[in-house]
């Protein structure tokens, strides 16, 4: 995925409201700009620390620009946009980088499935019959560790998502959740049962079930990001 044109550099003065955050570019412009994330965020920002941030010209925007990368408290690189992560899936799915999902014949997005009225981000279809793939944006790292976590702030959504998953699975269809890590100087995954015990316990139970647990790790630049190589989960 190709950032065009490329990132625009600044620091972090604050985030605030959720949606917002004020920042000094490069150049000593003050400006506010979006944040794209609902998160936590949780060590994923630092007030002072690099940012950089696409900009926008259309003049119908509140904000003129969004937060795209963000420079943690460990000095990683995280893709606070979670916007982000279904398009480089899909990217990852067409060009076969993801090798456990190769080989379908459709891809669809946002297809309604469930008991509990949810949509999955992806279903494939193979000669076999479809899968069904939920993904989640990871940039919850720590000191001292190059395990990412997930969630990073209480998700009852995400548990509903595997609840769906395992129950696809029962019925002998294939489901998987899949770990999009954007967060550089990451090896493996785990639940942050820290955080969201009842998330973690749904993971496992999920696993029990039949649920493939995939986690892909993501390179990121102010130019591009794109995912590159599989990670451990551990459960």
């Known amino acids: 995925m190709q950032f065009d044109p490329p990132?625009?550099?600044?620091?972090?003065?604050?985030?605030?409201?959720r949606f917002l955050a004020d920042i000094e570019s490069c150049s000593g412009e003050l400006l506010t700009i979006h944040c794209p994330n609902?998160?936590?965020?949780?060590?994923?920002m630092v007030e002072g620390g690099a940012v950089w941030f696409s900009r926008s010209n259309d003049p119908k925007r509140k904000l003129p620009g969004t937060w795209?990368?963000?420079?943690?408290p460990q000095g990683r690189w995280a893709c606070v946009?979670?916007?982000?992560?279904?398009?480089?899936v899909e990217e990852a799915l067409r060009e076969g980088v993801i090798s456990e999902l190769a080989g379908f014949t459709t891809l669809k997005r946002e297809v309604p499935y469930g008991e509990e009225n949810s949509r999955i981000d992806f279903r494939l279809e193979y000669p076999g019959g479809p899968a069904y793939v939920e993904v989640k944006s990871v940039t919850l790292g720590f000191d001292g560790t190059k395990v990412a976590a997930f969630p990073d702030a209480k998700t009852q959504?995400?548990?509903k998502h595997l609840r769906e998953l395992a129950s696809l699975a029962r019925q002998g269809i294939r489901a998987v959740q899949l770990y999009c890590v954007n967060l550089s100087g990451i090896e493996a995954v785990r639940p942050a049962e820290e955080i969201d015990a009842a998330y973690a316990a749904a993971l496992r139970e999920a696993t029990?079930?039949?649920?493939?647990?995939?986690?892909?790790?993501?390179?990121?630049?102010?130019?591009?990001?794109?995912?590159?190589?599989?990670?451990?989960?551990?459960?």
Do not use: D, H
Not at 81 to 88: E, K, S, V
């Open 68 to 72: 795209e990368l963000a420079e943690t």
């Open 7 to 17: 990132l625009e550099q600044g620091r972090l003065i604050r985030r605030y409201k």
């Open 38 to 44: 609902t998160g936590s965020m949780f060590n994923c």
């Open 157 to 159: 959504r995400g548990a």
């Open 208 to 235: 029990l079930a039949g649920v493939e647990v995939l986690a892909y790790g993501a390179v990121l630049t102010p130019t591009e990001i794109r995912l590159t190589q599989r990670l451990a989960v551990q459960l």
């Open 81 to 88: 946009n979670t916007a982000r992560a279904n398009p480089l």
